[in-house]
């Protein structure tokens, strides 16, 4: 850390604690209790101090291994920190709390020594994971060391419309908000069209511009400006999308869009990505990596030509995804309108789910701020919705399609007799 020296080090005697905490009030001292006491660390080091307490205290005592430092109400943060670091040893893992969201002042702070900063407020399991990494870690045995790697490799799904308007978008956003309140996955949404993308909209968030930020500029790419980048809905879900101003054209990057993904993976169990099929043939790149891939097309001549072209144009970029096709608004043309049977022939492709054309409940959810499963979930267009969500989070989708096939069946006529059929 800056300097870290002291003018007088007190003797090996004069502390033999591991941990010390210093929170600026209550509500804060609470957290990094609630904090270290889920690390087998002793609450009773928290104490409620100023920066000048902290320091004050520190001077006396041999710093311990791990130190929690509350900064109070400082703007100068980097000063803050050089002050404090007058009165540390050498060695001690350095946790800042403060008040300053600056990406610049986080970089500077860790390249100064620092072991994390957390900008208030934060949660308990923000302060956990940043105990876990300032904490030297105990080896694991040689058989299970690649084990943690494997168990925080997320799921990649990229959901993509044929042509525009077959409810690609609408399609993804079920599927990950089902995903995570239903399935109880840890979940992130994508919305890749960074200026004309619907996620913030059918979901009634805030898009921010974060994640047009992180195309524009992936040197600033790091696990905090990811995390700040997405806006939180719920427990369990996360959502990454932008409006940008179309003047700016189109910045998506499948170079940016990696590095992204690096990151999102490690704080997730399945991420949805929304995927214009424009991105997907000028930038084949944004294809790499996905576990799997769907198709959202509607019963037309046009989407079936295109189902086939962009399946093949899959199949070389990325031939190890398992690729779907979800045949969207089934009876929006009536008698006119292809069938099921002819769409596969036409495309090469088996249909994996039908899902009906059902304006009434998804009008009436977009007028309630909500994706349908949130808003109709028992309606036939929310149950059937329900077999993608399993086929986007990849989870076992046979037993899915013979619950859903039996919801959607008719009930058969009880019989009156005793007679056979």
Not at 69 to 79: N, P, R, S
Request: proline fraction near 5%; include cysteine; aromatic fraction near 4%.
């Amino acid at each position: 850390m800056i300097a870290l020296r002291k003018e007088a080090e007190p003797s090996v005697g004069d502390v033999s604690r591991p941990f010390l905490g210093f929170a600026a009030d209550d509500a804060t001292a609470d957290i990094v209790r609630a904090a270290v006491e889920a690390r087998d660390l002793s609450g009773d080091n928290v104490i409620v101090s100023d920066l000048t307490g902290a320091m004050d205290g520190l001077a006396a005592i041999r710093t311990p291994p791990l130190l929690i430092v509350d900064l109070g109400d400082a703007t100068d943060i980097m000063a803050a920190a050089g002050q404090l670091a007058t009165v540390c040893d050498a060695g001690a893992q350095v946790i800042l709390l403060g008040k300053v969201n600056d990406l610049r002042v986080y970089r500077d702070i860790i390249s100064a020594g620092v072991a994390d900063y957390l900008v208030k407020p934060f949660t308990e399991e923000d302060l956990i994971a940043s105990i876990d990494r300032a904490r030297p870690q105990k080896a694991a045995p040689a058989e299970r060391t690649a084990e943690p790697a494997q168990a925080k490799t997320a799921e990649l799904t990229a959901v993509i419309g044929v042509r525009g308007g077959v409810g690609a978008s609408t399609i993804a956003a079920n599927a990950a908000w089902y995903a995570a309140e239903n399935l109880m996955k840890k979940v992130t949404l994508i919305d890749m069209d960074l200026t004309f993308g619907t996620q913030a909209l059918i979901l009634d968030v805030d898009p921010g511009g974060g994640l047009a930020d992180a195309m524009k500029e992936p040197g600033r790419m790091d696990e905090l400006f990811v995390k700040r980048a997405s806006v939180a809905l719920g427990e369990r879900l996360r959502v990454m999308a932008s409006e940008t101003d179309p003047a700016q054209g189109d910045l998506a990057s499948s170079a940016a869009f990696e590095g992204l993904i690096e990151f999102v993976r490690q704080d997730s169990e399945l991420v949805v990505v929304d995927l214009p099929r424009t991105l997907a043939v000028a930038q084949p790149a944004f294809l790499d990596g996905c576990d799997r891939i769907v198709l959202v097309a509607e019963p037309g001549l046009g989407a079936m030509r295109d189902t086939a072209r962009l399946a093949n144009h899959i199949s070389k970029h990325n031939p190890a995804a398992k690729l779907s096709v979800v045949l969207n608004r089934q009876g929006i043309g009536g008698k006119d309108e292809l069938t099921a049977k002819t769409f596969e022939e036409g495309s090469g492709r088996k249909i994996s789910i039908t899902l009906p054309f059902d304006p009434k409940t998804a009008i009436g959810a977009e007028a309630a701020g909500k994706c349908v499963l949130a808003a109709a979930q028992r309606s036939r267009l929310g149950r059937a919705l329900t077999g993608v969500a399993a086929t986007v989070a990849g989870v076992e989708d046979e037993p899915a399609k013979k619950g859903l096939m039996r919801l959607l069946k008719p009930k058969p006529k009880k019989q009156t007799d005793d007679g056979d059929d």
